[in-house]
């Protein structure tokens, strides 16, 4: 036994330090760990301040403006000019135009320059750097008043939509910016099924394929869009084919998504967006039809609404339609993969016929221009919730048209 004690004891004092080495292995690993579980943090941090200056720093240098296109029965202001509060979602007026019943505008895709629909054909106007403008130039249409324009993709020519005279004009734009010649009329013919409507042809959109090979022009009396081929050199259209819509869906608008393989035609009185992609197959467009959804809640009725407007947000990662006698927007997510939309809200925008939307740049609030009511409204976008939240008072605009908003 005596003999025992000692061995036990140095089993005993071995075994301890054993465990004290162990527990000392423990303590550092987990020291080690908690000083990188910190170290994560702090780096997290570290970041997010870093984005978070650069976003600061981004929106002191980003400066933006508004245009927006009223008509002039009582007043001789058809432009109005506003400064851009992207954090606020806000505009502030700083300027205005006068000219007669702009009914629609555009900016050239170089940014330098916007033209304006008048009574008496296309206004130029060369953008400032503070955003107001210099008118450089007038054009003719050789008819009745415009309700749509844009511009090709190399800014060389731009086109007219007549809702009026169901005609599409293509002009060349000269070098400074200025709108110059005619160089094709093309007019639309034939019988549709609309009563209201006369049963006539009317032009309201006329839009370039993102791959600057095609124009698209939106026949609302017809229910149909037809397909142009367009020649780059003499500025001649040439009929192709067309997409022929749901009877008495009256489309409206077609625009592209920036990654040139979907298109979106918002239907007036069809109360839907049909979605299409499109392709060139070595010359021959090709457009396929993908889904069709609706601009309204699915509680309410399209008798007595008609769509409006149709907006993407910068990103193109959202898409907002207007919808009058609802008087409400509807807002999708958009999948740039496979173009399909996904409906995320329908909401009142407080105003009487919501012509036209704009997303503000950062795509975290919208305005509405409604037109009966005289009216902007502005509101902030919540997505995680699907709601808008009314931002702020009405700012006035007498029978507003369009608006588009540009980076400086």
Same mark, same amino acid.
Do not use: W
């Given at each position: 036994?005596?003999?025992?004690?000692p061995?036990?004891?140095?089993?005993?004092?071995?075994?301890?330090? %054993?465990?004290?080495e162990q527990?000392?292995?423990?303590?550092k690993?987990?020291?080690?760990? *908690?000083?990188? *579980?910190?170290?994560? @943090? +702090?780096?997290?941090?570290?970041? %997010?301040?870093s984005?978070?200056?650069?976003?600061?720093? %981004?929106?002191?240098?980003?400066?933006?403006?508004?245009?927006?296109?009223?008509?002039?029965?009582?007043a001789?202001?058809?432009? #109005?000019? $506003?400064?851009v509060?992207?954090?606020?979602?806000?505009?502030?007026?700083?300027?205005?135009?006068?000219? +007669?019943?702009?009914?629609?505008?555009?900016?050239?895709?170089?940014?330098?320059?916007l033209?304006?629909?008048?009574?008496?054909?296309v206004?130029?106007?060369?953008?400032?750097?503070?955003?107001?403008?210099?008118? !450089?130039?007038?054009?003719s249409?050789?008819?009745?008043?415009?309700? $749509?324009?844009?511009?090709?993709?190399?800014?060389?020519?731009?086109?007219?939509?007549? $809702? #009026?005279?169901?005609?599409?004009?293509?002009?060349? !734009?000269?070098?400074?910016?200025?709108?110059?010649?005619?160089t094709?009329?093309v007019?639309?013919?034939?019988?549709g099924?609309?009563?209201?409507?006369?049963?006539?042809?009317?032009?309201?959109?006329?839009?370039?394929?993102?791959?600057?090979?095609y124009?698209?022009?939106?026949d609302?009396?017809?229910?149909?869009?037809k397909?142009?081929?367009?020649?780059?050199?003499?500025?001649k259209?040439k009929?192709?084919?067309? !997409?022929h819509?749901?009877?008495?869906?009256?489309?409206?608008?077609?625009?592209?998504h920036?990654?040139? @393989?979907?298109?979106?035609?918002?239907?007036?009185?069809?109360?839907k967006?049909?979605?299409?992609?499109? @392709?060139?197959?070595?010359g021959?467009?090709?457009?396929?039809?993908l889904?069709?959804?609706?601009?309204?809640?699915?509680?309410?009725?399209?008798?007595?609404?008609?769509?409006? *407007?149709?907006?993407?947000?910068?990103? #193109? @990662?959202?898409?907002?339609?207007?919808?009058?006698?609802?008087?409400?927007?509807?807002?999708?997510k958009?999948?740039? %993969?496979t173009? =399909?939309?996904?409906?995320?809200?329908?909401?009142?925008?407080s105003?009487?016929?919501?012509?036209?939307? *704009?997303f503000?740049?950062?795509?975290? #609030?919208?305005?509405?221009?409604?037109?009966?009511s005289? +009216?902007?409204?502005?509101?902030? =976008?919540?997505?995680?919730?699907?709601?808008?939240?009314?931002?702020?008072?009405?700012?006035?605009?007498?029978?507003g048209?369009?608006?588009?908003?540009?980076?400086?």
């Amino acid at each position: 036994m005596l003999e025992c004690s000692p061995l036990r004891t140095q089993y005993v004092v071995v075994d301890n330090a %054993k465990r004290r080495e162990q527990n000392n292995y423990v303590c550092k690993n987990v020291g080690d760990q *908690a000083k990188m *579980a910190e170290s994560v @943090k +702090t780096k997290a941090k570290t970041e %997010k301040a870093s984005e978070k200056t650069v976003e600061k720093a %981004k929106e002191k240098t980003d400066k933006y403006v508004a245009y927006v296109s009223t008509y002039t029965r009582n007043a001789d202001v058809g432009i #109005h000019i $506003y400064d851009v509060d992207v954090k606020s979602g806000r505009f502030t007026e700083k300027d205005d135009v006068k000219i +007669t019943n702009s009914s629609y505008l555009t900016i050239s895709h170089n940014g330098k320059f916007l033209y304006a629909i008048t009574d008496f054909g296309v206004d130029s106007f060369k953008i400032k750097s503070n955003g107001c403008l210099e008118n !450089i130039g007038k054009a003719s249409i050789n008819g009745m008043r415009g309700c $749509y324009l844009s511009t090709d993709y190399e800014d060389k020519y731009l086109f007219v939509a007549g $809702y #009026h005279d169901a005609k599409v004009t293509a002009l060349r !734009i000269n070098a400074d910016g200025s709108v110059g010649e005619i160089t094709d009329e093309v007019f639309s013919a034939g019988l549709g099924s609309i009563i209201e409507r006369t049963y006539l042809p009317h032009v309201t959109c006329t839009k370039m394929t993102r791959d600057n090979k095609y124009l698209c022009v939106c026949d609302i009396g017809m229910d149909q869009v037809k397909i142009f081929d367009f020649d780059h050199t003499t500025g001649k259209l040439k009929f192709r084919e067309m !997409i022929h819509c749901d009877q008495n869906s009256a489309p409206r608008y077609i625009k592209f998504h920036k990654n040139g @393989k979907f298109a979106y035609i918002l239907n007036e009185s069809g109360c839907k967006v049909d979605v299409y992609s499109y @392709k060139d197959n070595n010359g021959d467009p090709d457009f396929e039809k993908l889904d069709s959804v609706s601009v309204l809640n699915d509680d309410y009725q399209t008798s007595g609404s008609i769509a409006c *407007a149709m907006k993407f947000s910068s990103d #193109h @990662k959202l898409l907002m339609c207007s919808v009058a006698g609802s008087n409400s927007v509807t807002i999708y997510k958009v999948d740039e %993969k496979t173009g =399909l939309l996904d409906k995320r809200l329908n909401l009142p925008v407080s105003g009487d016929y919501p012509k036209d939307v *704009a997303f503000f740049p950062d795509s975290k #609030h919208i305005v509405s221009l409604n037109h009966e009511s005289n +009216t902007m409204s502005f509101f902030t =976008l919540n997505l995680k919730d699907d709601i808008i939240v009314m931002n702020g008072p009405f700012i006035k605009v007498p029978s507003g048209n369009c608006i588009i908003t540009k980076k400086l």
